[in-house]
């Protein structure tokens, strides 16, 4: 159990064009999804915290207009990245929480988004 | 605040030789502590965790873990590695809930490299 899907797993898209990435938690519900970014050889930073039904919080320095996040069910999540420039390009992971677990995340596999 | 701080960037060993890899934690209340392993282009997969009770923390594929509190340590053990060992290891810490979610922040990662 406690499995998280991340659609899609590679996307490559050309620069000033936006990217949808999905995140849904395949087994259980997820009433808190988290959305980080790693850079090559680098740890994973926190984006943005996102709460079924209402609006993401936003780590400081991550811009929101730029990366929309929407959780619409408890099940999904989506991360949006608008007008993607080549510095977007990086490795997306989605992580969820069980809405009856108070220090457990599971991850998804990642997307890898490159931007040309 | 809390952070993670994981001295060695890279770990090699050769195989069937035990190791250590080293994490150090602060935090200025009580913490989660946790180690997960991600492959080459994967998501990050949960090795073992540490929420209370025993110091000796066990998990998968033969890994171990020890919590030291006044060292303010969870360095991650295992007696015996295989080549299938070869991945990044990220070790990371949860203060539980702040400001309604809990919010975990990583290591920057060390990079188990086995020699056969």
């Known amino acids: 159990g406690a499995v998280v899907s991340q659609h899609p797993s590679r996307v490559i898209c050309k620069s000033g064009t936006s990217v949808k990435i999905e995140c849904r938690s395949l087994d259980f519900q997820a009433t808190t999804m988290f959305w980080y970014r790693q850079f090559p050889k680098k740890s994973l930073m926190l984006m943005a915290t996102s709460n079924e039904g209402s609006k993401a919080t936003y780590e400081q320095g991550v811009e929101k207009d730029k990366f929309l996040i929407n959780h619409a069910s408890l099940t999904l999540s989506t991360l949006t990245v608008t007008s993607a420039h080549p510095e977007d390009s990086s490795f997306y992971i989605c992580s969820a929480r069980p809405w009856d677990s108070n220090n457990e995340q599971f991850f998804g596999p990642g997307t890898r988004l490159t931007v040309l | 605040a809390q952070s993670v701080t994981q001295l060695d960037s890279q770990v090699p060993v050769f195989e069937e030789a035990p190791v250590e890899l080293r994490c150090n934690y602060s935090?200025?209340?009580?913490?989660?502590l946790f180690w997960y392993v991600q492959y080459p282009n994967q998501g990050l997969q949960l090795l073992l965790k540490?929420?209370?009770?025993?110091?000796l923390v066990k998990g998968i594929n033969g890994f171990e873990a020890e919590f030291n509190k006044s060292q303010t340590s969870f360095h991650l053990r295992k007696p015996s590695v295989h080549i299938s060992d070869t991945a990044e290891y990220f070790c990371?810490?949860?203060?539980?809930?702040?400001?309604?979610?809990?919010?975990?922040?990583f290591g920057t990662g060390t990079k188990l490299q086995v020699i056969p």
């Open positions: 540490y929420l209370s009770g025993s110091t």
């Open positions: 935090s200025s209340v009580s913490v989660y």
């Open positions: 990371a810490v949860s203060d539980g809930y702040s400001g309604g979610y809990q919010k975990v922040t």
